[in-house]
T-cell receptor
C-alpha cells in the first residue's frame, strides 16, 4: 500500500524562527491534508491541498503531486505552534486516510 | 471549536466495566469515524459510518461496539477492555461531496485499569 513519510521526526526551534516540514508519499493520491495536534490531543485541519499552494496567516502549504511531496511552511513561529504536525492522504474514493507518523515541533520561548 | 464534540474528555474504567464514548457533529456531514491513537503509534482508523451505515470495520475487537443512530451522533460502547486499550479515542466527520476534508473532536482520553 501507499507509504507516507514525514520529516523531520522532531524539530526544536526558538520562537520567531521559520520551519519547513515535509511529507512524501509513494503513489498518486486524490487529496492530501495537513493537521496540527496540540499537546491536549486536539487535531485541527490546517490545509486540504491535493495540489498547488495555499496560505493561511503564518502557515502555507505546497503540494507537488507529480513529484509526490508536500511541504508545510511555518513562519515566525510562536510557542502555540508546538505540537505534532501530520499529513494524511486519500488514495481512492474510500474513506481511509493514510497517515504519516508526524513531525513533533517544539517552539521554545 | 471544530463542530465535533466528544464526551467524556477523560475516562478511567476497570476491565469489567461498561462505558460509552459519545460524539456529536454539528456540521451536517454524512460520514463519521472513530480513530484510536496510542502513544508513539500512528492514528488507527477503527470504524466508518456513512449515512448511518457502517462501511469500514478495521478488524477491531468486539469489545469495542459502535453505534450510529443518526448522521449526527456516534457512540463507541466499551466492554471488558484491556489495559492496552488505553489511548486517545478521536471522533471525526466529513462530507463526502466536499472533498473529504475531515474534522476531529477533541478526543476522549481513556485509561483502563
Amino acid at each position: 500500500g501507499i507509504q507516507v513519510e514525514q520529516s523531520p521526526p522532531d524539530l526544536i526551534l526558538q520562537e520567531g524562527a521559520n520551519s519547513t516540514l515535509r511529507c512524501n508519499f509513494s503513489d498518486s493520491v486524490n487529496n492530501l491534508q495537513w493537521f496540527h495536534q496540540n499537546p491536549w490531543g486536539q487535531l485541527i485541519n490546517l490545509f486540504y491541498i491535493p495540489s498547488g499552494t495555499k496560505q493561511n496567516g503564518r502557515l502555507s502549504a505546497t503540494t507537488v503531486a507529480t513529484e509526490r511531496y508536500s511541504l508545510l511552511y511555518i513562519s515566525s513561529s510562536q510557542t502555540t505552534d508546538s505540537g505534532v504536525y501530520f499529513c494524511a492522504v486519500h488514495v481512492d474514493s474510500n474513506y481511509q486516510l493514510i497517515w504519516g507518523a508526524g513531525t513533533k515541533l517544539i517552539i521554545k520561548p | 471549536e471544530t463542530g465535533v464534540t466528544q464526551t467524556p474528555r477523560h475516562l478511567v474504567m476497570g476491565m469489567t466495566n461498561k462505558k460509552s464514548l459519545k460524539c456529536e457533529q454539528h456540521l451536517g456531514h454524512n460520514a463519521m469515524y472513530w480513530y484510536k491513537q496510542s502513544a508513539k503509534k500512528p492514528l488507527e482508523l477503527m470504524f466508518v459510518y456513512n449515512f448511518k451505515e457502517q462501511t469500514e470495520n478495521n478488524s477491531v475487537p468486539s469489545r469495542f461496539s459502535p453505534e450510529c443512530p443518526n448522521s449526527s451522533h456516534l457512540f463507541l460502547h466499551l466492554h471488558t477492555l484491556q489495559p492496552e486499550d488505553s489511548a486517545l479515542y478521536l471522533c471525526a466527520s466529513s462530507q463526502r461531496t466536499r472533498g473529504n476534508t475531515i474534522y476531529f473532536g477533541e478526543g476522549s482520553w481513556l485509561t483502563v485499569v
